[in-house]
């Protein structure tokens, strides 16, 4: 089914997961309007955006390399990784992919030939034929790129703000807490008042409050800079002791198939999300204005 025409597949993969049916024509709630993005907006920008290695030109062009993780290097294969020249802790994730990351604590822990087999698979997928068609890393390069490891003092994991922009405008932030221990996510207006929705049960919500950072101003401004010109894109930091760190630039969230809770905010948050116009005779959008 993988193989199936985009927009045959988008209806069956959207049906299938929402038990709604996608209107591709006229598109209202987030979810279908992230389908028609898969099936019709192609700039080839987005291939570099979505490489977590090659975005980072971008990101300096955008808004300084003052912001970027220091890097180690980036393979194509497991056998290029320099283990010995590491250090005791640092970040392996796939270029082309999503979720394929390696948090190493202590190198000389790590079982390198197990590794380096698990590497190989994560070489060996594809983004958009592994999942939904997410157009946006059909093209991108197999590679592994290593971090550095980061940290924030007294906690054990790092707090994650995801923020949604809507031509260039940030509307609200997804908060990710605690992925180590006790994991919560909640949605937050950018002076952090909780929203009232979610993606999710609320036993697994976040906090009502959370703590605002110092460079929380800075993050809403910087995403906002990075998503200059963009119909729609998720633009994730860190906040390091009060440093901002960029994550990564996200065009199709839960990949178009977890609902918002109220269903109400399906539609409302849809109506953020506006949809540039196909031309006449065209098959989809590869202009980037």
Same mark, same amino acid.
């Given at each position: 089914?993988r193989?199936?025409? *985009?927009?045959?597949?988008? #209806?069956?993969? =959207?049906?299938y997961?929402?038990?709604?049916?996608?209107?591709?024509?006229? *598109?209202?709630?987030?979810?279908?309007?992230?389908?028609? =993005?898969?099936?019709?907006y192609?700039?080839?920008?987005?291939?570099? @955006?979505?490489?977590?290695?090659?975005?980072?030109?971008?990101?300096?062009?955008?808004?300084?390399?003052?912001?970027?993780?220091?890097?180690?290097? %980036?393979?194509?294969?497991?056998?290029?990784?320099? =283990?010995?020249?590491?250090?005791?802790?640092?970040?392996?994730?796939?270029?082309?992919?999503?979720?394929?990351?390696?948090?190493?604590?202590?190198?000389?822990?790590?079982d390198?030939?197990?590794?380096?087999? @698990?590497?190989?698979?994560?070489?060996? #997928?594809?983004?958009y034929?592994?999942?939904?068609?997410?157009?946006?890393?059909?093209?991108?390069? *197999?590679?592994?790129?290593?971090?550095?490891?980061?940290?924030?003092?007294?906690?054990?994991?790092?707090?994650? =703000?995801?923020f949604?922009?809507?031509?260039?405008?940030?509307?609200?932030?997804?908060?990710?807490l605690?992925?180590?221990?006790?994991?919560?996510?909640?949605?937050?207006?950018?002076? @952090?008042?909780?929203?009232?929705?979610?993606?999710?049960?609320?036993?697994?919500?976040?906090?009502?409050?959370?703590?605002?950072?110092?460079?929380?101003n800075?993050? %809403? #401004?910087?995403?906002?800079?990075?998503?200059?010109?963009?119909?729609?894109?998720? %633009?994730?930091?860190?906040?390091?002791?009060?440093?901002?760190?960029?994550?990564?630039?996200?065009?199709?969230?839960?990949?178009?198939?977890k609902?918002?809770?109220?269903?109400?905010?399906?539609?409302?948050?849809?109506?953020?999300?506006?949809l540039?116009?196909?031309?006449?005779?065209? #098959?989809?959008?590869?202009?980037?204005?």
């Open positions: 089914m193989f199936l025409p *985009p927009k045959f597949y988008a #209806k069956i993969y =959207y049906e997961h929402t038990r709604k049916k996608l209107n591709l024509e006229k *598109p209202l709630e987030f979810n279908e309007k992230i389908q028609w =993005y898969k099936v019709y192609h700039p080839k920008i987005l291939n570099q @955006l979505v490489d977590k290695y090659e975005v980072r030109e971008y990101v300096e062009n955008k808004i300084g390399k003052k912001y970027l993780n220091e890097i180690y290097g %980036v393979f194509n294969t497991p056998n290029d990784i320099p =283990y010995a020249n590491l250090p005791q802790q640092f970040v392996v994730k796939a270029t082309h992919t999503s979720s394929h990351n390696l948090i190493v604590l202590n190198k000389e822990e790590l390198f030939s197990k590794a380096n087999k @698990l590497f190989k698979k994560w070489l060996g #997928k594809n983004q034929y592994r999942i939904g068609q997410e157009w946006a890393y059909k093209d991108v390069k *197999p590679r592994l790129i290593i971090e550095k490891f980061l940290k924030e003092d007294k906690k054990i994991s790092l707090t994650d =703000y995801k949604y922009c809507f031509d260039g405008v940030a509307k609200f932030v997804n908060i990710h605690d992925r180590a221990e006790n994991h919560q996510k909640g949605f937050y207006d950018l002076n @952090l008042k909780a929203l009232p929705f979610q993606r999710i049960s609320s036993d697994k919500s976040a906090a009502p409050e959370v703590e605002m950072p110092e460079n929380f800075e993050m %809403v #401004k910087l995403a906002e800079i990075l998503a200059d010109k963009i119909p729609f894109v998720r %633009v994730d930091f860190y906040s390091i002791e009060g440093k901002t760190i960029f994550g990564e630039m996200t065009f199709y969230p839960a990949d178009g198939r609902d918002f809770y109220p269903d109400q905010y399906n539609k409302i948050i849809g109506d953020y999300f506006k540039p116009k196909l031309k006449k005779g065209e #098959k989809n959008i590869t202009d980037f204005n």
